[in-house]
Structure formats: structure tokens, C-alpha cells
């Protein structure tokens, strides 16, 4: 075996990796058996195997795999046997080398005390190298030569021969398919009938190893000259300056020509056909003129041999009449000179040969012939599993059509010539005496010049109307064939201008040949040109109405006139089941679509079964559900109701760097460029990339086929659902599974809708409104699977932490309940006292020395950053950041240094004058001008332009560029820094970086710019930066080393300490307060002899919160029952309104003053425990203090009120402290609420509040106490007027609040006493005796299910409109509603006008045709001039009418129902596709065509059944035929199914 047999044999041919067996450090890669017979490596089949079954890549046979899995096949031990040979023949040759060196090296230690002359052998050696180069490239120069050349010579022979082959293949019809495929198979190894280039190759090759060899040693040598003693440098100067002689080199066996050629031969022997293919060696012309030479060896010698052996073999064939029928056994060898390969095509002979066999077949003899040619073409199909290329030639149905081979159309332009000669001929022209009979072959005219094979199917004569089974020729006036070779029927109708027999013959030879004995047995060797075929599994989409004429007219138009490539998949009865696929003509994509599966996604056709997929299809990782009881910031995505909804928790970047790789991948550019990334045929569950309204891509999963060419899918990282365009899908690439899907459905926990059953749209939206595209925070209660919603308490969100429960605000607004058992444990946390721990405030480094004051630390003015004393726990505020390893601080006890340094500034650079000629070098200190205040700068760079400069800020650290106008020199006595540069300890970057990734620095700088932190320096050194830890609090209050925020953001990762690393152990004395260095004593180092504990942090020094209690302050004096002016100060977002009395205005400002003396300084910042706090001091915006009330804390701030204005905000807790301020004055603010009236929902709405805001804050109005309240501070019951208008009915007016129906006794709605009273004489007048009507009487309908007729009155869009059922006219009196109607309208002047403008009113109002119809008013749809919307209540059209066309209606017209009920029609809803051209402008959702539509479809006799009364009536509407009305609208695309 050489050596390319050997690299072939241990390779795997699927992947090309080599085998392997196992070792000790590797699990080997051992070859397996399939049960084909073809092996693979146990890496590939671990990668291609499929619910326990393998298809072999080759032959495509499955392979069951044993309970082992793919470990229990059967190894290859031919192939392990020869690796394992191998492996010991090297490790043999090993030890030769060894010994080899060894005895090298003791012969040339007898030589080492020879002075050797160094330079001499470097010289000599670097000749041989430069030697050694030449040669080595003239090596590579003749290897490339011959490989090249082998490689094309063999390419090019191999195209020749093809080609050749492919000619004698087709000349030898389907006989020789078999022997075709064998030859092209072995072509496969041509190159080993040029040996001798490749034995010249393997020279070369092994004249270029050793050369590399003997290259690589000189090198060591030369760069270690004491490596000459291990080797034989003569022998290596030898073979580096040994030349190359290409003439040493065989180049000949690359010829232009191989002399090797295939020809087809062929004789007539014994009446039956001799094929002979020969491959041979020789001149190819000569083979080329000669086809017709004799198919035997020219050398007898060698075929006798052959013969004998093959009779031998062949008892049976040793007759006299066998020698031309013997079939030769298929044999092919390359190397011999002659090759004859010989088939018979007479089966039949093979099994019992006979000397009748010269006899030509007639009869029954040549129908079983024709049918053993069809016989063997199928067994063609059966046993060649390949794709064939195929044209459609006709179509029934997708199950009923066929075909013909593209690759025989030579055959059948062969097959055309010889029909056409045959019809030329007078012999097969019809006679008087012929007949032409059912199931005969003729030949049929198909166009002007071309003859075609047929099968009569059905025969008429003259005078008969019904097919008879034979007829005269001469009496034939109709028949109906069936064309053989293209699938066709067709019916002949012979006509003839006379009715004689001559010339109705005449007629019958234009059209119609026979086919007589010669022709019919020169035709039997061509078999049938179509071919009937059925995709398999294919059955009609309604298998009860059959194949539809759409199926037939969409495979034609899909498939065309092009080739496509077909399957062969089995058989049924006389049907070939294939599986048809086309390369889309108009796509750049060779990648081929499944004719059946196109059919089934337009729905003209489905699956009879599933077809099984060979690959499980890969699908999206489900979202990571958040975890229990955490809080989580999120962003709500997509909201079907309160319990079905999707959020985005945004504490992951990935997401953010995902996008933009889809959309760089699908940009339009890349998708022209790769358009195999198309989707033709959709399935469910598919994943794949979808475009959105907005061109952008997003992961989506297909759930849905709601209408053809379109297809449902679900955004899987935002949780909506959009019906797109097949055109909008991509194929997904494998990298884009790597995340899980972002959207996470969730509910909210323990909230159920509050009547059980469904969710209001009112609860819908208000939801939307508190939480769609909003920052929330999340606490998931429990665990779910994956499949269900996750149960979740929203809260919403802001910079001040969490406000309110989103789940108690639906059920405070009536619009959701809580569940069971839920409602408790909400209120139940509701009811405990907040208590709130600061955040660490520790001392100051001057407080930590055991300075007094703040305010009097600093005195004189510092320049330049001291070192602090305590270095733990410092605070600063940050001040600019270029990444976790370099940013800038500020010590906040250095705020005032740093605002005195500006000031300075300031006045020392106002003094100074430009100079012009000055010039800034690099790190030279300067005053700037930056945003219009002085600052210290260093100049980063040499100035060598007059315009700019860029100077880095000292006492913030960011750089800026100015002009060199607003710079100035810095006197020497400011030169310095107040802004300490830091990095950050204990972490490095993550993914194996040096640097910082721009994500980790944008995510630190959004965070710590500005942002106050508390620092802890690790180590005091002169370097910059300083190595120190942070500490931040988030904003729930809580303290959150930066540290740790990186690593669990996945940005860095912190850096471990060796165990075995020496632990010294702190001084006894060491403590924050810093002792003296005579206190400190050096511990020596000790090493741990145990394992050492896991490293614990350092403790904090925490201080303990001082306990402090406060009382409220003095309730607010209340007033009498009458009337008072007042001053509105605030109004509370429930409704309460705050007000102070003028005396009250007087002593407010008296308290402010007083106030402001009594706090004069700050008090010292200290962690107060806030449960028992009730009064407290308050610093306000504008820094003046004033007196407040705790209600609640909320992490860092507070929420209080001001007691003296009412006014309640959220602060920071560093501005309230728990003192009490001038507490013998009492509140100055009375709380009011209004009298007689009810907010809209039992609470006081937004806009309310905000109206109240408008009309009353900082206004004096009039207010009269109604009621005093039970405790003093309760709020008062009052009535406010506003210049004589009462608040009560302006907010009644804008429908914010309705008036209580009965009054309280004594409390009646009349104008305060401090207006004008008027004397006016109502005497003799008389109160209008105005009836008030009541609400219109809607008509009684079926029960839900039943259907009735009904008249639609007036449609606003396709899904909603106003129709009255047809029960007959309802009578009242003996008089229906058109008969009063009619009577009212005769005597309009007795009409009396409207008064009565209450919203659901009964009215008459008037129509454009001058009459009085029935109406309600809806409210008013102008004020100037004044115009009242009123509906149509017995047509349903709405109007906005004057005055003066409304009429009083009477009463007794309440007594007849409405004619027009307001109904919504069920099972559609508008399209949420793309927006749409024309639209309706009271309703975008829907077009203009489809109300059109819609209202056509009206039309006729419509029936509706109740689908619902509940929220709304809801019915379904059919026409006369009984079907829906709307399912036109759906097919075309203009509304889509609910």
C-alpha cells in the first residue's frame, strides 16, 4: 500500500481530520461502520446523528444506532490495525535516530578540546544556507510544476472523457445507465494512471524535507555554535549546497494526450441489439473514424482466454445459437488496452435462450417487449434514487401530471426524425380495409410538421353518438387519444368537404397514420417520453370538494416552462411519487424551493402526513426569568392586559450590541449580496429575523399563517405579535441563539379583573398609560415555568426611587380587585411603619483628627490637596472619569477651598492685561476662562497655533480646548490641584483584556459623574492614579462598592489573592485614629502551614443611628360655621384644598423671620432613626428654612409637608433634621374639603387637581364652612365661590364631579351673604311645568345562538353599526312610531323648544328634509356658535344641530322602542399591517375601501345571532347563503380574523 493510499485510508472522508486512537490525555477519534458500509470518524457521526439515527452524507441510508448511541457502532479495526502499525514502525525509527545522535555526539566529544575557528565554520555555514535556499526554492518550483500540471492533465482528461462517456451513454439509450456510473465513478481515481508523476512528486517531496531538515540544524548551529559537537556538520553542509538537476527529474509523463478515448459501437446480431462500449488505448482520430469496426480485441490471443473463462462460467451459453447472445461480465481496467463491455437487451433470452430468438417478436410477443422496456425504466427509478432534470409537460392536478427527462431530449429529437420518416411513408396511411380499434398505437398529427405516438382511448363512426370499440377507417368521424410522449389528450374531429369514403379517408391520413409491423418494431426501443407522476403526500386543502382548478393554475405558473429538479421518492401503481423543487429565476439564491411545500403555504393543497424534518429545528432560548423577591429595574415592551404582558429588564448591554450586529447582517447591502438568507415556505415555530414597521430587523418566531403570502410572528425580545410578509423574513444565523429571548411575560400577582371573568378596555388601557415604555421596578413573588406568565408587582419608577404599587392604583381607580388572600398582605404592608437607615455619614478628615467644627476647619486658603489623615471612608464627589482605571475626585471638605480659589481668580485675572507674544509650553500652570468662571488649568501639549490650546482642568480633571485669548498666567502662589486621580483596586477587565472595554467606561461614567461616593485609599504613594475602593448608594439608599457593581454587570472581574501567599497579621494598636509611629511595631512574616479561610472584607465602622422623637405640631385654629375670605395656598392630589386666613398671611411672616434667626448655622450631619419622627425642620429650594411634617420614607428622600402652606414634596434626607421649630405656634394652614359633590371614580382625577391648581393657588377667594370636623385636624366641609361662581358647579360643568342629589338639611346651594343681594318681585310667577323624560326603550332580541332577520340602519366602520330587527312594527294604542311620527310633524308650531340639555336627553330633532325625527343628545360639539351633537336613535347617524332645530319631544313617543341598536359585529377586526392610503378619519384603523366593501356586502337578506350583551351587544352577521358576511374582507386582505 503506498503512501497516498495510506493518507486516503486513515483520513475521514467527511471532514478530512485524521483518525485517531486514544491516549491518556485524548478520547481518540476511531473510525465506524454504518450499516452501508461506509466510515466515518466518531466526531462526525456525533455531529450528523438525529434521534437516534444517522443518515449516511453518501448513499443516504439510515443507520439505526445501538443503545450505546454512536460509541456502539462498529469500529473499523482494518484501519486501527494500520494506524496502530504505523505508530509503532515511528516510534521505531525513533529510537534509531537516538542512537544514532548518541553515537554522533561520542565521536565528536573526543574532538571538543580541538580549538575550532568560529568565525570560519559561521562563514561556511551561511554559504550553505544561502545554498540551501536557492535549491529549496527550485524544489518547490518543480514540485508545484508537476502537481500543478498532474492535477490539470488529469482535470482535462477527466472533462474529455466525461464528455465522451456522456455521448456513448446517450447513443446506448437506458441500458447502459448502470454501466455510465460505474465508468464516471472510477474516472474518480484517473490520477493513478499517471504513477510516474506521482512517484516524481513523493522525490521532490522528500528532497525538500530533508532539505528543511538539514536548514533548521544549520540555523541552531549557527546562532549556538556549541551545538556542532551534537551533529555531523559535513553531512549538513553537504545536503544544504547539494544542487538540484531538474533534468534528474522524470517531467515527461505530463503529455498533452493520454490516448485514451470511448467510443460506441454497435451490429445487428441474431435480431437482437449488440452493445459495446470500449475504452482503449490508442491514436483518437482513428477511433473517431471508424465506428463502425469490429467490437472485438484486434489481438485474438488475449480475448480467448476470456471466452473460455466466461463459457466456463457459463454452461448454458456454449450452444451454437449463444454465441451472439452471451452476455459479458461488466468489467473495466484503465491500464489494459482493450476493454469490452457487452449487455444484451434482451432480457428475456438471458433466462432461456432459443433458436427461435432470431425470429423477429409479433403479436402478443412484441406487447410483452414494449412493456419490458417500460419494466426496466422503472427499475431505473427504483433503483437510482438521484435527482433527475425534468420539464412539466402536462397537468391535471398536483397528483396527476407528467413529465419528461431533460437529459433525454436528444433522444427525442431521434425519436421525432424517425416518426416523421415512418408517417412520409405510404405504408402507414390508412386503407378502406384497416380499422382503427380502442387501445391501439397510431401516430397523431400534433403540429404542421411533426408526428407523434398515441393510444386511442375512444372511437366514433358515422352516425353513432356513442364510442364504439373498432371502426372502418373510412367511416371514423371522431377519436380521442392519449399522446405517449407528452401526457396530452385530445380529441379529433375528421371532417371532410364530401361524404364519400375517399374523402372522409383523405381526412382521416391528414390527421392520423397507423403504425405498422416494421415501425412498431424500430419504435419498441424508445420508451414512453412522459412520465406520470403525484408529489407525494400531497392531498387537496378540501379533501371533500377535491382538487380545485387555483391547485392545477398554481403549480403550472410556479413550475413554467423551466427545468426543475425532480426525486424520485417511490411508487403508486402507474404513478412515479416525486418531490419537485425550482431555483427561483428572479433571486440570486441557488438554494431550491419545494414545490409541495409551496402549494401547501398558499393553501391550495396540505400534507396528507407530516413530513418528518431530518434535523430537529433550531429554536430561541426561553428568557431568564427574574428572580424571587429582587428588585429589578425593566421597561415594559408590550401589554395585552394586566395579567398578559412582556418587560425588558435593562440590566444586561448584550441586548443592545445584538441589534446593531442584525442590523449590520441584514442591512439591504448584505442581504443582496447573501440571499440564501431568504424565506420561501415558512413552518410553525420557525425562528428567523422579521422587519418591522420601523426597516429594522428584529429575532421573531412564526405562529401563525393568517392569510396567504403572510405570516403571524412574535418579536421574541419585545413580546408583540405583527402579521409580515413572507418578503420580510430572513433566514436566522446561528450566532443570533446565543442569547435568550428578552421579552419576559409576566402578570401582575394577585390581581384579577373586578368582575371575574375578563379585563375591562378601561383597565386595559389605564394600564398602558402607568406602565407601556416606562422604567419600572419589578419583585417577581414566585416561580413558574417557562411557559406560564411570571407573577410580578410593578412599581413605578423615577429618580427618587419607587413610587406607587401599579396593582393598588387599578384597584384604589375601581378598575381591578385583588385576589383572595392577596389584598391582605398588600395591606398588611401598607400599615407598617416605614423605617429608614441611612447611609453611612461619616466624619470628615478633620472631624476624624478631632477638629470641632466644619465650618471653621478650613481658615487659610489651601492651594493644593493635603493628605488627608484617616484615609478610609473619605466622602468626594466625582468629577469626571475616563475609565474605572483613571478618574478624578473632589473632597467635599474642600468645596468651600475650591470656590474661594475661583473667586481669587477671578479678581487677580481681571487686574491682568492680554500678553500677546507669550507662549505656552507643555505642563505650564495657567488661569482659564471657562464658561465665564476662572479656573486653575495645566497646558496638556506645546501651543503652536495663535487660536487654541487644550488644557487639562486641575481641579476637576476633564481637558478642554480655549482660545489662547482666555487664558492667563498663573500666579505661583495658586499653582496646584484639588482633584485626586484614582483607579479603582481589586479588579481587572473581563474577557482576558488589558484595557477597559468603552462599554465598562460608559456605564462608570454615567453612574459617578457628579455623583457623591465615599473612598477608601488602599495605599498612600506619590503615583498617580492612587489605588482606592468606592462606594456609591444606589436608589434604594443602600451603600454598593463599585467593585462589586462592575463584576456583577459582567464588565471586570476581581482579582484573586494566591492561598499560599503570606498573611501578615495587623498591628494590635493600628486603628482608624492613626497612631504614632512609636506605637506601631513590624510583625514579622509568617506562612501559613494550614489551608488559609477564605479572605473576608475589611469591617466597616458604622455609626450606630441616634434614636429621636418629635411630636406634631400645634393643630391650626379652626373657624366658625359662615362665611370667611381665605388665601388658597395648595392643593393636594387628593382633592384637599389648603387655606390660611388673612390674619394667618399676617403671622406667616412674623414665623419666617423668626425662623431664620433662630437657625442660623447648619446642624452637624448624623443617622437619625426616623420611625418615631413626626414634626421636623425642613431646608426648602430656595435654602430658607421652614417647619414640616414627616408622612413617609422612601430610601434616600423623604416625603413631608410644609405645615404652614400644605404644600407636600419628596427631598433629600440631608436637608430635614428632627427638630421642631417655634412649636408654641400653631399650624397657619387649614385643610378643606369641598361639600355637596363627588369626584368622577371616588377620586379626585389628574386634571381635576390640576384645574383646582389653576382657579384657586395664591388667590383669595370666598368660602363658607359648612361643617366642622371631629378633630382639629380633620379637614373642614366648605363651599368656595370665585367672584360669586361656586367651585362645585364649575367642576360639575367640566364633568370632573357630579352634585349630590339630595342636600344635607340646612345646607342649601345659595350665594354666599358677602354678595350683592337683589330684591327682585317674583310674585304672580309661575314655575314652567316641565315634564322630565326618561331613557329611550331598546327593542327585545333573540336568545344568544338564535338567529333573526335584521335591516342595517347606518354603518360607521366594517366592524361597528347600528341595525333593527324585523319583528314586525311594534303598535302602541292601535299606532305604530311612523303613524305618530307623521301626526307630530303635521302641527310643528305646537312643538314647545328645548330647555332640557342634559347629555342622554330625549330631543326631536330636525333632518335635512325639513322633518322631526327622534334623537338623543351626546353633548355639545361647539360653544360659538352653539351646536348640540345629537344621535339618530331609529337610524343611528349623528348631527351637530342649533337650537333652534331642536323640539321638547313627547312623551308618549318613549313609549316605542329605538329602530337602530348599536351592535358590534364579531370575528374580524382592522388589519395591523403597514398604514394604508385612504382611511376613515374618525377611525384610522380602517380604510375607506374596506367600509366600502363592507357596505356592499350589506345588501340582501342579512340575518345576526347574539354572540354577547356584555360589555357591549356583539353578534354575528350571515347573508342569504348562510355564511359569514365579512370573510370577502378577510381573503382580500382588508381586515384579518380576531
Excluded at 456502539?72 to 482494518?78: N, P
Excluded at 478631632?850 to 471612608?873: H, I, S
Excluded at 476633564?958 to 486621580?981: I, T, Y
Aim: charged share 25%; glycine share 6%; with cysteine.
Amino acid at each position: 500500500m503506498d503512501s497516498g493510499d495510506n493518507l486516503s485510508t486513515v483520513t475521514c472522508h467527511l471532514c478530512g481530520e485524521a483518525f485517531s486512537l486514544p491516549e491518556d490525555d485524548s478520547d481518540g477519534n476511531l473510525p465506524r461502520l454504518l450499516l452501508c458500509a461506509h466510515i466515518y470518524c466518531t466526531s462526525c457521526l456525533l455531529s450528523i446523528h438525529c434521534d437516534g439515527v444517522i443518515r449516511c452524507p453518501e448513499c443516504e441510508v439510515e443507520s439505526t444506532l445501538p443503545e450505546g448511541g454512536v460509541f456502539g457502532l462498529q469500529e473499523d479495526s482494518r484501519i486501527i490495525g494500520l494506524i496502530y502499525t504505523s505508530k509503532m514502525n515511528k516510534k521505531r525509527g525513533d529510537r534509531g535516530m537516538n542512537r544514532r545522535r548518541y553515537t554522533s555526539a561520542h565521536a565528536h566529544t573526543e574532538d571538543v578540546e580541538k580549538p575550532a575557528d568560529m568565525e570560519k565554520m559561521k562563514k561556511l555555514v551561511d554559504e550553505a544556507l544561502n545554498q540551501a535556499a536557492e535549491n529549496l526554492f527550485a524544489l518547490q518550483n518543480i514540485r508545484q510544476t508537476l502537481t500543478v500540471g498532474g492535477a490539470e492533465q488529469a482535470k482535462r482528461e477527466q472533462a474529455r472523457l466525461e464528455m465522451e462517456i456522456e455521448q456513448a451513454a446517450d447513443e446506448a439509450l437506458l441500458a447502459v445507465q448502470k454501466w455510465k456510473d460505474v465508468q464516471l465513478r472510477r474516472l474518480a481515481h484517473l490520477e493513478g494512471r499517471f504513477s510516474c508523476v506521482q512517484a516524481e512528486v513523493s522525490r521532490v517531496q522528500k528532497r525538500e524535507k530533508d532539505l528543511e531538515i538539514a536548514m533548521q540544524m544549520a540555523r541552531e548551529v549557527r546562532r549556538v555554535p556549541f551545538l556542532e559537537q551534537y551533529c555531523t556538520l559535513d553531512k549538513v553542509l553537504e545536503t544544504l549546497q547539494a544542487p538540484v538537476d531538474e533534468e534528474s527529474y522524470n517531467m515527461k509523463g505530463i503529455t498533452p494526450d493520454s490516448r485514451m478515448s470511448c467510443v460506441f459501437q454497435s451490429e445487428c446480431l441474431n435480431q437482437s441489439l449488440l452493445l459495446s462500449l470500449k475504452m482503449e488505448v490508442g491514436p483518437k482520430l482513428q477511433n473517431a473514424k471508424s465506428p463502425n469496426r469490429n467490437c472485438l480485441s484486434p489481438n485474438p490471443e488475449r480475448e480467448n482466454p476470456e471466452r473460455e473463462n466466461l463459457e466456463r462460467e457459463n454452461p448454458a451459453s456454449t450452444g451454437p445459437s449463444s454465441r451472439g447472445a452471451s452476455p459479458a461480465t461488466l468489467t473495466f481496467n484503465i491500464e489494459s488496452p482493450d476493454v469490452i463491455v457487452e449487455e444484451l437487451l434482451n432480457e428475456e433470452q438471458e433466462k432461456a435462450p432459443s433458436p427461435l430468438a432470431a425470429v423477429p417478436p409479433t403479436g402478443p410477443e412484441l406487447a410483452n417487449d414494449n412493456e419490458r422496456i417500460h419494466r426496466r425504466r422503472r427499475r431505473l427509478f427504483d433503483l437510482n434514487r438521484v435527482t433527475h432534470w425534468v420539464v412539466l409537460s402536462h397537468v391535471v392536478n398536483p397528483s396527476y401530471f407528467y413529465v419528461r427527462c431533460v437529459a433525454e431530449e436528444k433522444q427525442r429529437e431521434v425519436l421525432s426524425k424517425k416518426i416523421n420518416d415512418f408517417c412520409c411513408r405510404d405504408s402507414c396511411r390508412f386503407t378502406s380495409c384497416d380499422q382503427v380499434e380502442t387501445g391501439t398505437l397510431i401516430f397523431v398529427k400534433c403540429e404542421e410538421t411533426r408526428w407523434c405516438r398515441a393510444n386511442v382511448l375512444e372511437v366514433f363512426h358515422v352516425g353513432c353518438k356513442e364510442a364504439v370499440k373498432a371502426c372502418r377507417a373510412s367511416r371514423l368521424v371522431r377519436v380521442r387519444v392519449f399522446l405517449l410522449d407528452s401526457g396530452h389528450r385530445k380529441n379529433l374531429v375528421i371532417q371532410s368537404e364530401e361524404e364519400t369514403p375517399e374523402s372522409l379517408l383523405k381526412a382521416v391520413n391528414d390527421k392520423l397514420r397507423r403504425v405498422g409491423k416494421v415501425a412498431k418494431a424500430e419504435l419498441d426501443g424508445f420508451a414512453y417520453q412522459a412520465i406520470r407522476c403525484s408529489l407525494k403526500n400531497l392531498v387537496p386543502y378540501d379533501p371533500i370538494k377535491g382538487w380545485s382548478k387555483e391547485a392545477q393554475q398554481e403549480l403550472v405558473s410556479v413550475v413554467g416552462s423551466a427545468a426543475v429538479e425532480m426525486r424520485p421518492l417511490g411508487w403508486d401503481r402507474d404513478s412515479l411519487l416525486v418531490d419537485l423543487r425550482k431555483t427561483p429565476m428572479e433571486r440570486a439564491s441557488d438554494a431550491p424551493v419545494s414545490i409541495r411545500e409551496y402549494l401547501v403555504f398558499i393553501e391550495v393543497a396540505r400534507f396528507y402526513s407530516p413530513v418528518k424534518p431530518c434535523r430537529t429545528p433550531l429554536l430561541f432560548y426561553p428568557p431568564q426569568s427574574p428572580e424571587t423577591h429582587t428588585e429589578l429595574h425593566a421597561v415594559v415592551s408590550h401589554v395585552h392586559s394586566p395579567e398578559d404582558f412582556y418587560i425588558q429588564l435593562v440590566d444586561d448591554m448584550e441586548f443592545v450590541l445584538l441589534s446593531a450586529k442584525i442590523q449590520a447582517c441584514y442591512s439591504e447591502a448584505t442581504v443582496r449580496e447573501e440571499d440564501d438568507l431568504s424565506v420561501y415556505c415558512p413552518v410553525m415555530q420557525q425562528a428567523c429575523v422579521a422587519r418591522y414597521k420601523d426597516t429594522l430587523w428584529y429575532r421573531a418566531q412564526v405562529t401563525g399563517h393568517p392569510v396567504r403570502s403572510k405570516v403571524e410572528v412574535q418579536y421574541v425580545d419585545f413580546g408583540n405579535k405583527e402579521v409580515v410578509s413572507v418578503s420580510d423574513l430572513r433566514k436566522i444565523k446561528d450566532e443570533f441563539f446565543s442569547l435568550p429571548c428578552r421579552a419576559v411575560r409576566c402578570c401582575l400577582s394577585g390581581l384579577v379583573p373586578l368582575d371575574g371573568d375578563t379585563w375591562s378596555d378601561a383597565c386595559s388601557n389605564r394600564f398602558i398609560s402607568l406602565a407601556f415604555q416606562k422604567l419600572v421596578i419589578i419583585v417577581a413573588t414566585e416561580k413558574v415555568r417557562h411557559t406560564e406568565p411570571v407573577p410580578v408587582k410593578l412599581f413605578e419608577s423615577s429618580l427618587n426611587g419607587p413610587l406607587d404599587n401599579i396593582a393598588q392604583l387599578l384597584v384604589n381607580e375601581r378598575l381591578a380587585a385583588f385576589r383572595d388572600g392577596a389584598e391582605a398582605a398588600v395591606v398588611a404592608a401598607a400599615a407598617e411603619p416605614a423605617v429608614w437607615d441611612p447611609p453611612l455619614e461619616l466624619r470628615s478628615a478633620t472631624e476624624a483628627a478631632g477638629g470641632g467644627d466644619p465650618g471653621e476647619a478650613a481658615v487659610d486658603l489651601l492651594p493644593q490637596l493635603k493628605r488627608p489623615l484617616c484615609l478610609q471612608n473619605l466622602k468626594v464627589r466625582v468629577s469626571h472619569v475616563n475609565s474605572p482605571s483613571s478618574f478624578y475626585v473632589q473632597f467635599t471638605q474642600f468645596s468651600s477651598q475650591l470656590k474661594r480659589m475661583c473667586e481669587l481668580l477671578k479678581k487677580k485675572c481681571e487686574l491682568m492685561e492680554q500678553q500677546e507674544e507669550l507662549v505656552w509650553e507643555k505642563d505650564q500652570f495657567c488661569a482659564a476662562l471657562i464658561n465665564g468662571v476662572w479656573e486653575r488649568g495645566r497646558v496638556c501639549c506645546d501651543v503652536t497655533s495663535r487660536d487654541a490650546a487644550e488644557v487639562i482642568r486641575c481641579d476637576h480633571g476633564n481637558k478642554v480646548k480655549l482660545h489662547v485669548n482666555d487664558m492667563r498666567p498663573l500666579p505661583f502662589s495658586l499653582m496646584g490641584s484639588l482633584a485626586l486621580e484614582c483607579t479603582l483596586t481589586d479588579i481587572r477587565p473581563a474577557g482576558g483584556r488589558s484595557t477597559w472595554s468603552a462599554t465598562a467606561c460608559d456605564l462608570f461614567s454615567f453612574y459617578l459623574t457628579g455623583a457623591s461616593a465615599y473612598l477608601t485609599i488602599k495605599e498612600m504613594t506619590d503615583e498617580r492614579p492612587l489605588p482606592v475602593t468606592l462606594s456609591c448608594s444606589n436608589e434604594t439608599g443602600q451603600m454598593v462598592s463599585m467593585v462589586d457593581f462592575l463584576a456583577s454587570e459582567g464588565l471586570g472581574l476581581r482579582e484573586r489573592k494566591p492561598r499560599d501567599a503570606a498573611v501578615p497579621k495587623p498591628p494590635a494598636g493600628d486603628s482608624q485614629t492613626g497612631g504614632s509611629d512609636g506605637d506601631k511595631k513590624q510583625i514579622p512574616t509568617v506562612r501559613c502551614v494550614f489551608p488559609l479561610q477564605p479572605p473576608k472584607p475589611t469591617p466597616r465602622t458604622v455609626m450606630t443611628p441616634e434614636k429621636v422623637k418629635t411630636r406634631l405640631y400645634r393643630p391650626p385654629e379652626l373657624l366658625g360655621l359662615g362665611p370667611v375670605q381665605i388665601t388658597v395656598s395648595a392643593v393636594g392630589e387628593d382633592g384637599v384644598i389648603y387655606t390660611r386666613t388673612q390674619s394667618a398671611d399676617g403671622r406667616l411672616e412674623q414665623l419666617k423671620e423668626r425662623i431664620q434667626q433662630s437657625m442660623k448655622t447648619l446642624p452637624r450631619q448624623k443617622p437619625y432613626t426616623w420611625k418615631s419622627v413626626q414634626g421636623c425642620a425642613v431646608i426648602g429650594p430656595d435654602m430658607l428654612w421652614y417647619r414640616g411634617q414627616l408622612l413617609e420614607v422612601l430610601g434616600g428622600h423623604v416625603k413631608v409637608q410644609y405645615v404652614d402652606y400644605g404644600l407636600v414634596e419628596n427631598i433629600p434626607v440631608v436637608h430635614v433634621y428632627p427638630v421642631l421649630l417655634c412649636d408654641d405656634v400653631p399650624q397657619l394652614c387649614m385643610s378643606c374639603e369641598l361639600h355637596g359633590i363627588n369626584p368622577v371614580g371616588g377620586r379626585w382625577q389628574s386634571d381635576a387637581v390640576a384645574l383646582m391648581r389653576e382657579l384657586l393657588v395664591d388667590r383669595c377667594v370666598d368660602m363658607r364652612v359648612t361643617a366642622l370636623p371631629a378633630g382639629p385636624r380633620e379637614p373642614l366641609t366648605v363651599e368656595l365661590f370665585l367672584d360669586g361662581l361656586s367651585l362645585n358647579k364649575i367642576l360639575t360643568h367640566h364633568q370632573h364631579a357630579s352634585m349630590n342629589a339630595s342636600p344635607q338639611k340646612g345646607h342649601s346651594d345659595m350665594a354666599p351673604v358677602l354678595l350683592d343681594e337683589w330684591e327682585i318681585d317674583i310674585e304672580n310667577l309661575k314655575a314652567p311645568e316641565e315634564l322630565m323624560l326618561g331613557c329611550f326603550i331598546q327593542p327585545a332580541l333573540p336568545q344568544e345562538g338564535e338567529q333573526f332577520p335584521v335591516r342595517v340602519k347606518h354603518l360607521r366602520t366594517p366592524n361597528e353599526l347600528f341595525f333593527c330587527p324585523l319583528d314586525g312594527a311594534v303598535e302602541v294604542d292601535g299606532e305604530t312610531l311612523d303613524e305618530a311620527l307623521t301626526r307630530v310633524n303635521d302641527d310643528v308650531d305646537a312643538m314647545q323648544p328645548l330647555t332640557d340639555l342634559r347629555r342622554g336627553g330625549p330631543c326631536l330633532a330636525q333632518y335635512s328634509d325639513g322633518r322631526f325625527y327622534r334623537a338623543q343628545m351626546n353633548g355639545f360639539s361647539s360653544v360659538e356658535p352653539v351646536r348640540i351633537l345629537v344621535q339618530h336613535v331609529d337610524f343611528g347617524s349623528e348631527d351637530p344641530l342649533p337650537l333652534s332645530r331642536l323640539r321638547r319631544m313627547p312623551a308618549e313617543l318613549l313609549r316605542f322602542p329605538v329602530q337602530a341598536l348599536k351592535v358590534r359585529v364579531a370575528g374580524f377586526k382592522a388589519p395591523s399591517g403597514g398604514a394604508q392610503e385612504d382611511v376613515l378619519p374618525y377611525c384610522p384603523d380602517w380604510s375607506v375601501k374596506a367600509t366600502m366593501d363592507m357596505l356592499e356586502l350589506l345588501h340582501g337578506d342579512i340575518t345576526a345571532s347574539v354572540v354577547a350583551r356584555a360589555p357591549e351587544l356583539t353578534v354575528l352577521l350571515y347573508n342569504e347563503d348562510g355564511e359569514l358576511v365579512h370573510r370577502p374582507l378577510l381573503s382580500s386582505g382588508l381586515a384579518e380574523r380576531e
